[in-house]
């Protein structure tokens, strides 16, 4: 839904809160395809400028954009409109006088103009004959509820405010009213499908959810197709059913998994909870024959993207490359028993499910959060075999020596023991019924005994059974007790099944030789080892991290091996020293972990480093200084590398302030360490988003002391999603107190009253307090400290501008600013490809025409955008994309020929034709086509 805005230059603040009011009201509804609510706000100027340029006779409206019945009018004046100009502005009393004529026969209040009439700071700004010119444009107007186009005048800024909270609000709600009574299921009352809310040519913003079941090409081989079938069929309603009830639905299904897709309010968190759902409800599904009548356990992999679509009926048949995306990630990205999803999604899920996720790695340039879920397709240690077989064989022992003793009593009634004998069984079977090919034939041969032995003690557990109810003494069957039989005689049949095909492939695999398996295994992992530890030592300064964040996800035991015993391997020096470069970064996995917690008992790579078989002494250094209380200067670190046989360099010395600014205990050590560094060093330790809080209270003290206004603000965006997470998940006092201590710290940032800074510091601040009351502690003050910054943000508050300097900053800094909505108009622009990649998940429908406007975008973000049709459903961003330098012959002979079938497509054409700046390819092929439609 467009709103085409127009503000006098003099109004600039004005109307950026226009902006944060259609930000607001959009955030309220939500994102619903078939109900054409969501705001997107359009440059007056810049659409009107063909009719408001000479010659006069183009104001017929050649190559304009058609004004339609869902487009709104904003138009905010206040002591004079803007000069006339050669390029007009939508700030002129001719371009408000365009809007009043456009949207004078509108079927519904569509067009309009507010006037501020506060007094200026100097009466000598205001100038007669230009205020009379406002007021006579103003007066000729109707009042507020009169017909399509309204008026108002307002006070104050909070007026203005008010006023365009409830203009807005009125539109959207009156629209969403309007689609749900022209929608005939709804009217019914009936369950309304996605397709039946769209538009055939529209584009629309949805989420994608692929799942399907893991392993299922070898399931078919090894199965009856019958089975097979129903399993399908179970898992297909499973997914079916759960997504209905988040208002989704099935787009596509095939061989064990599909596509469901999500396109009401909410449709990320909605996907994400039905993946959720079907993981966790899946072990029902396993344990019931009808629904799973296999001898093994399903698993079940899933994944969620977000998606602009074009809806092209039918549904089913949609293809994007969104959709190609999300069903690669979740065949070749995703393990059984896990969910993935694309930082494009993650990025805005509701704030109680985001902590669930954690960094697994990328996918081509995106990056991937993961959630695993415990299953029934996870293996049991291989140390619990003996004592999970010995406990259910001395459950059944129990129960047969009670079955065959009438007058014994348990303390339970039999059919109590019976059921959990038959659950120790089930579980049995859940934990190892998954076989690992990771196991040895030795162990396999244990799980096929320990198998067969329960398969021996359940038959003789039943006989005992049957025995007891056909013994009545000529009494007949006991009721209860023939009552209790048919239900096990239901029961047992799974378990059995099980096991016994668990004995059979376990000595099958015995047999075969799984040393040589494990062995093709080993091979195979060595050379994946190889691969990517040469990607690590041919990576650059930004790939670096994400190389080394892969190795250590994938790879850990591995690499601590290879730097414990391959000294004389060629890669072991060169190895050494890029672990060297990123100390800091392994250091940090080592005591906070990449995904983001804290694990006891991993395996850590740096205390591997500093183990006296690997030949450097520069790690055992760093690990000296870790363990000190005192305060080295430099001369003394470099006296310490000295006496370690190494002659540190001043590169040295910056990698150890890092190390001991992430690593060291002491807040006195991390502020003196964080005090040497310098400022692009201080910047890299600021790159992994699991910074440690108090390593970001050291590193704040450093820029508040010591750097400018605009290093605070990159200061800012760099850690406040990680001040975030904190803010949802602390847990102890100790955690809030150190919170605390860096929130404290922002608040001496004077920028925070700026827009844009303000409202993303306010819902820091609201998370934390949200958090703290929910564990009962006092919050008071920092309610008394957010409403005095909004009071300072009203009385001296300004527009925020994006920090001067980035251009100088680390290039992992750099990236992860790329990945910010708010600096996508700087970074589109970036010459490295993977930096400028980072804002192509920010590339939507509400911004792709104004950055098609920067000549410069860099040509793979361009050609990204080129290769989205969903983007390109309306006529302006297809205009300014054919008019672009760097438009491709390919994208512009998809739509040339459709455009020269009417009066404005050939106008356009004919400006193409002529435009200098357009790619010489595109300006020819629009001659030749003109030449054609002439002839």
């Known amino acids: 839904m467009r709103v085409f805005v127009a503000a006098t230059r003099e109004l600039k603040a004005e109307r950026a809160l226009v ?306 995306f999300v069903v690669e990630l979740q065949r070749s990205f995703t393990e059984a028993g896990e969910m993935c999803v694309s930082k494009r999604l993650f990025e805005r899920l509701d704030q109680r499910l985001r902590p669930h996720f954690s960094f697994k790695g990328r996918l081509g340039p995106e990056p991937i959060q993961a959630c695993r879920l415990a299953t ?178 994938h790879h850990k035991r591995e690499v601590m091996d290879f730097v414990l015993e391959q000294r004389e391997e060629r890669r072991y020096r060169p190895l050494l020293d890029r672990l060297w470069e990123a100390a800091d970064l392994v250091l940090l996995d080592d005591l906070f972990a990449i995904r983001d917690h804290r694990r006891a008992h991993d395996e850590k790579v740096f205390e591997a480093l500093i183990d006296s078989r690997v030949d450097d002494g520069r790690f055992r250094t760093v690990w000296s200084l870790l363990a000190r209380v005192d305060r080295p200067d430099p001369r003394q670190v470099m006296a310490a590398f000295a006496r370690a046989g190494h002659q540190a360099t001043e590169q040295d010395l910056q990698i150890v302030w890092r190390c001991l600014v992430l690593g060291h205990r002491d807040p006195g050590m991390r502020a003196h360490a964080a005090s040497h560094l310098t400022l692009y060093a201080a910047w890299q330790s600021m790159s992994h988003p699991s910074i440690p809080l108090e390593s970001i209270q050291a ?54 009253v700026e827009s844009g800074y303000f409202e993303r510091f306010d819902d820091l601040l609201a998370t934390f307090l949200e958090r703290a009351q929910t564990m009962g502690l006092s919050v008071a003050y920092f309610e008394s400290l957010r409403q005095k910054l909004e009071e300072a943000r009203r009385s001296g508050g300004k527009e925020g501008k994006l920090p001067k300097g980035i251009q100088k900053l680390p290039l992992t800094i750099q990236r992860r600013l790329a990945s910010d909505p708010r600096y996508v108009s700087w970074f589109v622009t970036h010459p490295d490809p993977r930096i400028a990649g980072e804002t192509v998940r920010h590339i939507g429908l509400s911004n792709v025409e104004r950055l098609l406007r920067y000549p410069e975008i860099n040509a793979t973000v361009m050609a990204s955008i080129l290769r989205r049709p969903e983007l390109f459903t309306r006529k302006q961003p297809l205009i300014v994309a054919l008019n672009h330098p760097k438009c491709t012959h390919a994208f512009a002979s998809r739509y040339l020929a459709g455009m020269a079938r009417s009066r404005g497509g050939r106008h356009e054409l004919q400006r193409l034709a002529r435009n200098p700046s357009a790619n010489p390819a595109v300006r020819s092929a629009a001659q030749q086509l003109l030449r054609s439609v002439k002839v």
């Open 699 to 752: 590193l704040g003290d450093r820029f508040t002391k010591r750097e400018d206004e605009d290093a605070h603000k990159i200061f800012f965006d760099c850690v406040r999603d990680r001040l975030k997470t904190a803010a949802q998940s602390f847990r102890t006092g100790e955690e809030m107190e150190t919170l605390t201590r860096v929130i404290l710290q922002l608040l001496d940032f004077t920028f925070l």
């Open 19 to 324: 902006a944060r009011v259609a930000e607001r009201i959009n955030h309220k509804y939500g994102a619903e395809p078939g109900v054409p609510w969501h705001l997107e706000l359009v440059d007056w100027g810049e659409h009107a400028r063909p009719l408001l340029a000479p010659p006069a006779e183009s104001a017929a409206g050649n190559g304009v954009p058609e004004i339609t019945e869902e487009d709104v009018f904003l138009g905010l004046a206040w002591l004079r409109f803007d000069p006339d100009e050669e390029e007009p502005s939508g700030g002129g009393e001719e371009a408000f006088a365009l809007a009043r004529e456009l949207w004078r026969d509108a079927a519904r209040p569509s067009c309009f103009f507010l006037r501020s009439t506060r007094l200026p700071d100097s009466l000598q700004r205001i100038d007669g004959h230009a205020l009379g010119q406002v007021q006579a444009f103003f007066s000729s107007l109707p009042a507020t509820g009169n017909g399509a186009v309204e008026c108002r005048e307002l006070e104050s800024d909070e007026q203005l405010q008010g006023a365009l909270m409830q203009i807005l609000d009125r539109v959207v709600t009156r629209r969403r009213e309007e689609a749900t009574a022209e929608a005939p299921a709804a009217a019914r009352g009936t369950a309304t499908r996605l397709a039946d809310l769209l538009e055939p040519g529209r584009a629309y913003e949805v989420t994608l959810l692929a799942v399907a079941v893991a392993g299922y090409p070898q399931l078919a081989r090894e199965h009856p197709a019958e089975s097979l079938t129903r399993v399908e069929a179970s898992f297909r309603n499973l997914a079916a059913g759960t997504a209905a009830t988040y208002g989704g639905e099935i787009l596509r299904w095939r061989d064990g998994g599909g596509v469901l897709i999500f396109g009401r309010q909410r449709s990320g968190d909605h996907a994400v909870m039905t993946g959720l759902k079907i993981l966790h409800t899946l072990p029902i599904l396993n344990l019931d024959p009808s629904q799973n009548p296999l001898p093994v356990s399903i698993a079940v992999r899933a994944a969620a993207h977000d998606a602009i679509i074009v809806y092209e009926p039918p549904l089913s048949e949609l293809a994007s490359a969104d959709l190609s």
């Open 376 to 553: 029934n397709g996870a293996a049991a240690p291989q140390e619990s075999l003996a004592a999970s077989c010995a406990q259910v064989e001395q459950q059944i022992a129990e129960l047969r020596a009670r079955l065959r003793s009438p007058s014994a009593a348990g303390d339970e009634p039999l059919s109590t023991a019976l059921d959990r004998a038959y659950t120790a069984l089930g579980r049995f079977c859940a934990d190892f019924g998954t076989l690992d090919n990771k196991w040895s034939a030795a162990f396999l041969t244990a799980l096929a005994n320990a198998a067969t032995t329960l398969v021996k003690a359940e038959l003789g557990l039943w006989q005992a059974l049957r025995a007891r109810l056909d013994g009545g003494g000529g009494r007949g069957p006991d009721p209860e007790l023939a009552a209790v039989a048919h239900a096990i005689s239901r029961r047992r049949s799974r378990p059995v099944i099980i096991l016994g095909k668990l004995a059979q492939r376990c000595r099958l695999l015995a047999r075969s030789g799984p040393g040589a398996e494990a062995a093709a295994t080993e091979e195979e992992t060595s050379s994946d080892l190889l691969r990517k530890l040469d990607a690590l030592l041919k990576a650059d300064a930004l790939d670096l991290e994400t190389e080394l964040t892969d190795l250590l996800l």
